[in-house]
């Protein structure tokens, strides 16, 4: 049974010019379905929220709104191996998205959330959620070095966090 770590309100400050999440994935099952993570009102309710899922295995990157829901299909990742996914968001280019330290795509589908630019974010965080707070299940695997930021990541801060080794110690 997969479980998942909640948040309950965090205080996130919103850069009102865009921001970045990045954070290590495993799969260990196939054809899962359920959020790697998602950001504000995640328990709570459907909106207004972002959030990076997998449908029957498939990756994808999402945003909802009261009004507006856009996902973006990536790939299908394999199973027991590491990958490093970066989002970026900007309220003037849409969305810039890396894997494993390297420009996958850009697309204006999906943008800066308007919820976002009201101060802070708000609602609860969540890794490893299930599709519904009710339903059992979920993604099984791992999330490792989950980051926000109030900015937005170039290629090469990209590439440094996907080639950071960590600390060594005896």
Known sequence: TASYFSFASPTI??????FSVA??????????????????????SYTNRLYA???SG????GTNASSTNASLSLFTPLLDTWYHLTWTLTTVSGS?????????????????????????IGGAF????????TTQGGVL????????YDGI??????????????????
């Open 13 to 18: 400050p919103a850069n009102a010019a865009g």
């Open 23 to 44: 954070c290590w994935f495993y799969l260990t099952q196939p054809s899962q379905t359920g959020f790697i993570w998602s950001m504000n009102n995640a328990l709570a």
């Open 53 to 55: 899922y997998l449908s």
């Open 58 to 61: 498939t990756l994808q990157l």
């Open 96 to 120: 810039t998205i890396y894997l494993n330290g390297q420009q996958f795509g850009t697309t204006t589908t999906l943008t800066y959330p308007s919820y976002f630019s009201t101060g802070t």
């Open 126 to 133: 969540v890794l490893g959620d299930p599709n519904t707070p």
């Open 141 to 148: 695997g791992y999330v490792d070095e989950f980051r926000y």
């Open 153 to 170: 990541l170039t290629q090469d801060q990209v590439t440094t966090l996907y080639n950071y080794a960590g600390t060594q110690y005896r």
